[in-house]
């Protein structure tokens, strides 16, 4: 996925309210991450975030728990095969 592409994908998300499942996986995303990190805030649908294989590291991993500390709906987050 390019830039552009997460950058629309952080965004869509913030505004949907119907998507429940979101599969990223192996899309090479690593310094995206903060993009969809930020929108976790906003969302009140996701349930569940597929983001293995991606390149994420500690920082990614942290901005994902920042996120998180404002969403209440998402129950399964993959971060599997990432560089943690």
Known sequence: VEKKGVEEIAEALKVNRVLQVLDLHGNRISEGVQLIADSLKF?????ILKISSNYI???????????????ECLQLLDLSSNFL
């Open 57 to 71: 590291n500690d920082d990614g991993v942290l901005s994902i728990a920042q996120g998180l500390k404002f969403n």
């Open 43 to 47: 969302n009140a649908s996701l349930q």
